[in-house]
């Protein structure tokens, strides 16, 4: 937690204390899952596809060390958004 953007997000998780972490990224096209518990196998198109956690990721973090669900959707491009009816559907 060297950088002062990290050190943020990790005191609003402390004080937000949530449940469920939903991160959005690119171009992988699929869901990540880095949690105690049984993930989604589905959302929307995406399908799961374990990505693997890395020392001083969010996933690492929360995801494995706090406990915390961390839901990554990747998406496949990050200049075409889904559609409504899709986002709606995740």
């Known amino acids: 937690m060297s950088e002062p953007e ?3 997000l990790i005191d609003e998780i402390v004080k937000f204390k949530p449940d ?3 991160s959005i990224h690119t171009p992988h096209g699929v869901i990540d899952y ?3 518990e049984d993930g989604p196998y589905k959302l929307g198109r995406l399908y ?3 990505i693997g956690t890395y020392l001083g990721s969010l996933e690492n973090y929360d ?3 706090k406990n ?3 839901i990554t959707i ?5 200049w ?3 559609s409504i009816a899709e986002i709606s559907h995740i």
Not at 74 to 78: G, I, N, T, V
Request: aromatic letters at 8%.
């Open 6 to 8: 990290s050190r943020w």
């Open 68 to 70: 915390i669900s961390v």
């Open 63 to 65: 995801g494995i060390q």
């Open 80 to 82: 075409i958004m889904p």
């Open 34 to 36: 880095d949690s105690p």
């Open 74 to 78: 990747e998406l496949p491009y990050a």
């Open 20 to 22: 469920v972490i939903v």
């Open 48 to 50: 799961l596809q374990m």
